[in-house]
């Protein structure tokens, strides 16, 4: 089953201790990115990737570091986190945004920092 | 850098049309619809093309003009199982997925 997998859905630390969020698809995908979900604000990008080793900076990077050393992962990693990072956050992958088909979502992180 | 969608909200009774629109100040060179319930993740309605093509899925259905760099949703004869947010998600020639703020549906019996 085509799937893009996050690890874990709910999470609640505390500010400045690090912490990372897993994203891992099985479609064999060149993009991937990372949302933030905030009421009003809709889906903001924080980082995306064309394919390996290519990572570049979205909308609202701040705080925010990711890597892509392998294909089918893409995890977020937040240094140290502070309690503006309090949010829903989603992990997307396709093939091309620009020509489709369809980018998929994992289930999303309810990350919670106090 | 983000879509501007309108309306924010709307509220429609079963049977109702509705419209969403999505405008950008980039170049597109496609438009994707995405429907998100409550809690769960954003699921792929369609995506258009640069070309100004119409597109359809069951009573739902969508434009985008290329040259005004804008898209609409319609969504005819509403029912319950539309209720929900909807995002449109530009790529403009970076190749980058841009979400707007999104638009809250809500369908009464």
């Known amino acids: 089953e085509a799937q893009v997998t996050q690890n874990p859905r709910y999470l609640i630390t505390v500010t400045g201790k690090k912490l990372t969020v897993t994203c891992s698809q099985n479609m064999n995908h060149e993009y991937m990115s990372w949302y933030r979900q905030d009421p009003g604000l809709g889906l903001r990008q924080i980082y995306y990737?064309?394919?390996?080793?290519?990572?570049d900076k979205g909308d609202v990077p701040e705080g925010y570091k990711v890597s892509r050393k392998e294909k089918r992962n893409f995890p977020l990693i937040l240094e140290s986190p502070s309690p503006n990072q309090t949010s829903l956050y989603f992990c997307?992958?396709?093939?091309?945004?620009?020509?489709?088909?369809?980018?998929?979502f994992g289930q999303g992180t309810r990350l919670t920092v106090v | 850098q983000q879509p501007v969608q309108s309306p924010q909200a709307v509220i429609l009774r079963e049977g109702e049309d509705a419209v969403i629109n999505c405008s950008s100040s980039?170049?597109?060179?496609?438009v994707h619809w995405y429907r998100q319930k409550h809690g769960e993740a954003p699921v792929f309605l369609m995506i258009l093309l640069k070309g100004g093509e119409q597109k359809g899925h069951e009573k739902i259905s969508a434009s985008f003009n290329e040259k005004k760099q804008q898209s609409s949703l319609y969504l005819t004869a509403s029912q319950l199982s539309y209720s929900g947010t909807y995002f449109c998600?530009?790529?403009?020639?970076?190749?980058?997925?841009?979400f707007g703020a999104g638009t809250i549906l809500r369908v009464k019996s």
């Open positions: 990737s064309m394919n390996v080793e290519v990572t």
């Open positions: 997307a992958s396709s093939l091309s945004p620009g020509d489709g088909p369809e980018a998929f």
């Open positions: 998600g530009t790529v403009g020639y970076g190749n980058k997925l841009v």
């Open positions: 980039k170049a597109l060179y496609s």
